[in-house]
Nanobody
Framework: QVQVVESGGGLVQAGGSLRLSCAAS????????MGWYRQTPGKQRELVAD???????NYADSVKGRFTISRDNAKNTVYLQMSSLKPEDTAVYYC????????WGQGTQVTVSS
């Protein structure tokens, strides 16, 4: 059983920074992609950024140049460094780990005040 646990969310002022972490534990061999999604009430969950096992990275246009995704394969951990945060970045951020199945974390709230 794979467990995915996020941490690092919180309240920050506009222009500030936060770093999210997501660790996968359990049967975690053959992890392919690790990524971050976000969701606000009434909207669909959207991709923020993901990183493949070979290092290929995708970013949503809205976060390019402000967010940086990275991963530590030895620790089965993915990070999201968020800078120049805007109020519209406020959302619940979810970690996704793709191995033999899709594994989601429980989500962590990020609130950016204006």
């Amino acid at each position: 059983q794979v467990q995915v646990v996020e941490s690092g969310g919180g309240l920050v002022q506009a222009g500030g920074s936060l770093r999210l972490s997501c660790a996968a534990s359990g049967v975690v061999f053959s992890i392919n992609t690790m990524g971050w999604y976000r969701q606000t009430p009434g909207k669909q969950r959207e991709l923020v950024a993901d990183i493949g096992s070979s290092g290929t990275i995708n970013y949503a246009d809205s976060v390019k140049g402000r967010f940086t995704i990275s991963r530590d394969n030895a620790k089965n951990t993915v990070y999201l460094q968020m800078s120049s945060l805007k109020p519209e970045d406020t959302a619940v951020y979810y970690c996704l780990v793709i191995a033999s199945y899709y594994y989601w974390g429980q989500g962590t709230q990020v609130t950016v005040s204006s």
